[in-house]
């Protein structure tokens, strides 16, 4: 029989649809994608494509090199097509009192993680994808720092259907001057967890995670990496710190290394067993502004992309998932 689970820390629910679950070795891979040698050669990202790009905002690169020329290893760059701008003041104005509107002031970056076209998180080295989570937590502390921007969202779209335009290795930093209404959900059933149990959601969710093992993928130090109970989608794995913060901001240098492995590891895995899917990853912050909350923590959430909504999940908002949370950390743990 089909199965209705509750996540705890959002009250969404998902459907767990028995009747029709699946393997996780039975979904068809997907089609390789292909680029001719024209399409690599006129790459942006690309090291050599410099002048091809918007002046870079940070970098690490060879010591003598100049800006924007080859020597670089990660590069980041203002968005050539930003959902967001930085001019402007982020003045909100009502219309017919009734709209409201604001101009699209807020910034959008593209962090460039490895010079060479065909990598991905998954197969570079492992000291290469530490220095991209260091830059990830150079630039969120950075943006933070301006006080239009109340959030700062680092993700990454891998493959055709994760959203991705450009092949080439890279991640996206967008900085909002509007704090969305799906992140005030979550804060405040949060709060209302907190306010009820006197914990934070997040925190019971390690601890019962480490206690049940059955959905746990992968524990380092620092960091717990499990399938969710109420798993909206195959695959989907949350890493999230063991000690309690509610930003990203607060991360060290040394758990952003360990936190790049964490993820690596996760991420090496899912391409090797379920040959390279498209998926997207994101990291859930607390507001820039504010201090340490006590009932939030921050996470990252990768999210295959194997399944595609359809109607139902669309218009009721709960997803329908055809893997057993326990069935897919198990595979993913003997991968």
């Given at each position: 029989m089909p199965e209705l689970r509750q996540n705890p820390a959002t009250k969404e629910w998902v459907i767990i649809a028995t009747e029709r679950a699946r393997?996780?070795?039975?979904?068809?891979?997907?089609?390789?994608?292909?680029?001719?040698?024209?399409?690599?050669?006129?790459?942006?990202?690309?090291?050599?494509?410099?002048?091809?790009t918007p002046p870079e905002i940070f970098a690490y690169r060879a010591y003598g090199t100049a800006?924007?020329?080859?020597?670089?290893?990660?590069?980041?760059?203002?968005?050539?097509?930003?959902?967001?701008?930085?001019?402007?003041?982020?003045k909100r104005e009502k219309i017919d009192h009734f709209f409201r509107r604001m101009d699209g002031v807020g910034d959008h970056e593209v962090l460039i993680e490895h010079p060479k076209h065909d990598f991905t998180i998954a197969t570079m080295e492992q000291?290469?994808?530490?220095?991209?989570?260091?830059?990830?937590?150079?630039?969120?502390?950075?943006?933070?720092?301006?006080?239009?921007?109340?959030?700062v969202m680092i993700f990454k779209n891998?493959?055709?259907?994760?959203?991705?335009?450009?092949?080439?290795?890279?991640?996206?930093?967008?900085?909002?001057?509007?704090?969305?209404?799906?992140?005030?959900h979550k804060l405040e059933e949060a709060m209302r967890f907190f306010d009820d149990n006197g914990e934070c959601v997040y925190c019971m969710m390690i601890q019962k995670e480490l206690a049940a093992k059955e959905r746990m993928v992968l524990e380092t130090d620092n960091f717990v990496a499990f399938e969710p109970f109420a798993s909206r989608s195959p695959f989907e794995t949350l890493i999230i710190p063991k000690k309690h913060s509610s930003s990203f901001q607060f991360i060290?240098?040394?758990?952003?290394?360990?936190?790049?492995?964490?993820?690596?590891?996760?991420?090496?895995?899912?391409?090797?067993?379920?040959?390279?899917p498209d998926y997207n990853?994101?990291?859930?912050?607390?507001?820039?502004?504010?201090?340490?909350?006590?009932?939030?923590?921050?996470?990252?959430?990768?999210?295959?992309?194997?399944?595609?909504?359809?109607?139902?999940?669309?218009?009721?908002?709960?997803?329908?998932?055809?893997?057993?949370?326990?069935?897919?950390?198990?595979?993913?743990r003997n991968a």
């Amino acid at each position: 029989m089909p199965e209705l689970r509750q996540n705890p820390a959002t009250k969404e629910w998902v459907i767990i649809a028995t009747e029709r679950a699946r393997r996780p070795e039975d979904f068809p891979q997907k089609p390789p994608e292909t680029e001719t040698p024209g399409q690599i050669e006129k790459c942006p990202f690309c090291e050599g494509h410099e002048g091809e790009t918007p002046p870079e905002i940070f970098a690490y690169r060879a010591y003598g090199t100049a800006p924007n020329s080859p020597g670089w290893w990660i590069r980041v760059i203002p968005n050539k097509f930003a959902a967001l701008v930085r001019d402007g003041l982020p003045k909100r104005e009502k219309i017919d009192h009734f709209f409201r509107r604001m101009d699209g002031v807020g910034d959008h970056e593209v962090l460039i993680e490895h010079p060479k076209h065909d990598f991905t998180i998954a197969t570079m080295e492992q000291k290469q994808v530490e220095e991209v989570f260091l830059v990830y937590r150079e630039r969120y502390l950075a943006l933070c720092k301006d006080p239009k921007f109340e959030l700062v969202m680092i993700f990454k779209n891998h493959g055709q259907a994760a959203g991705t335009s450009v092949r080439h290795p890279h991640s996206q930093i967008i900085a909002s001057p509007v704090t969305p209404q799906h992140l005030r959900h979550k804060l405040e059933e949060a709060m209302r967890f907190f306010d009820d149990n006197g914990e934070c959601v997040y925190c019971m969710m390690i601890q019962k995670e480490l206690a049940a093992k059955e959905r746990m993928v992968l524990e380092t130090d620092n960091f717990v990496a499990f399938e969710p109970f109420a798993s909206r989608s195959p695959f989907e794995t949350l890493i999230i710190p063991k000690k309690h913060s509610s930003s990203f901001q607060f991360i060290t240098a040394d758990e952003t290394k360990e936190l790049a492995y964490i993820a690596k590891t996760i991420l090496s895995t899912l391409y090797k067993s379920l040959k390279d899917p498209d998926y997207n990853y994101v990291i859930h912050s607390s507001p820039c502004h504010e201090k340490e909350l006590e009932y939030y923590h921050w996470h990252i959430q990768i999210l295959p992309r194997i399944t595609a909504l359809a109607g139902f999940e669309l218009g009721s908002g709960i997803y329908i998932n055809t893997v057993i949370p326990e069935k897919a950390a198990e595979f993913l743990r003997n991968a």
